[in-house]
């Protein structure tokens, strides 16, 4: 299973846009990217998936270098909503592995 | 119904006493996951399901947990004899797939204190 790094924490305010950054220098051919967001007293939620190269949702983009090594989490105007922990996980056919993830705290 | 559902939301234990909490996966969905999740840090594998038959067990902690999901539905965690250290969030997902390419969808956990 490829392991995952990024940033314990992070602080942005309110209708910047929000960048996290995933290393995975290990990850493998048949592997997907994905991120997934977790408020307080909730389970994760799915946010965004890729491959490669750059995927957008309603919620977010999700960028991918041709090495794919990293990945970067991408908001767009962000609100005080989005304060949650963020978590990047790398994997193919296997049970998803989450790692501490990134807490990101939106300052009004 | 439209979500995981897990239940009961909260549940306060002995120590010693066996607890059981309970899942209901979206229907369809042929994976059931169980996590759990320690404060402050990310949800742990714990076991697998693909229908009826529990594939990975893998992460259960200590012969004290069992799972099961006996008509492909409705899944069961239970803890034995709890301990303190099991005091935690169990949460539940489910998915149309057990790989990364399915998004899985989380309960809203059970969170269990020892006490």
């Known amino acids: 299973l490829a392991k995952t790094t990024q940033p314990i924490s992070m602080d942005s305010y309110e209708g910047q846009e929000v960048n996290i950054t995933c290393s995975h220098n290990?990850?493998?051919?048949?592997?997907?990217i994905t991120w997934y967001q977790q408020f307080p007293s909730q389970g994760p939620r799915f946010i965004i998936q890729?491959?490669?190269t750059k995927v957008t949702n309603e919620v977010a983009s999700l960028f991918i270098p041709a090495d794919r090594k990293s990945s970067t989490l991408s908001l767009p105007r962000v609100s005080l909503s989005d304060t949650a922990v963020y978590y990047c996980?790398?994997?193919?056919?296997?049970?998803?592995?989450f790692g501490k993830g990134t807490r990101l705290h939106i300052l009004p | 119904g439209a979500g995981v559902s897990q239940s009961p939301r909260y549940k306060v234990a002995k120590r010693g006493q066996d607890v059981a909490l309970r899942c209901d996966p979206i229907?369809?969905?042929?994976?059931l996951f169980w996590y759990q999740q320690a404060l402050g840090q990310g949800p742990e594998f714990l076991t697998y399901?693909?229908?009826?038959?529990?594939?990975?067990k893998s992460g259960l902690p200590s012969d004290r947990f069992f799972a099961e999901r006996p008509e492909g539905s409705v899944s069961t965690l239970k803890i034995q004899r709890t301990q303190q250290e099991d005091s935690a969030v169990y949460l539940c997902?489910?998915?149309?797939?057990?790989?990364?390419?399915?998004?899985?969808?989380f309960g809203s956990g059970t969170r269990l204190t020892v006490v």
């Open positions: 229907s369809g969905h042929v994976s």
């Open positions: 996980l790398v994997g193919g056919n296997d049970k998803i592995i």
């Open positions: 890729g491959y490669k």
């Open positions: 290990n990850i493998a051919t048949n592997d997907y």
């Open positions: 399901f693909q229908n009826e038959a529990q594939l990975d």
């Open positions: 997902a489910s998915s149309l797939g057990r790989g990364h390419n399915y998004g899985y969808t």
